[in-house]
């Protein structure tokens, strides 16, 4: 299955805008390249998306699990969109 694996994506709090820091850079590691994704406003956005389906009234456990899947998968969709301008440039 190794074989298949392309690289693989890391979030990471990077600064906020103005402050010298980068949205995303990468790294190679063990062979693979990785990408580091800035991840800042995934949980607010997360909890955000969650209150507006009326989830946000679980039990505190279930709703830290439910807002860590949600700004998980935000942050993925952010890297994939971002591939596709890049592809769309191209």
Known sequence: MCDRVRGF???LQAAEA????SSSSSINLA???????????????ARSSLSEFKIGDMRAPKYKKATD???AALILQSFLDDRSDDVADD
């Open 18 to 21: 103005g402050s010298g820091g």
């Open 69 to 71: 899947r949600v700004a």
């Open 9 to 11: 994506l890391a979030s």
């Open 31 to 45: 062979a693979l390249p990785a990408v580091l994704w800035d991840e800042r406003f995934s949980s607010l956005e």
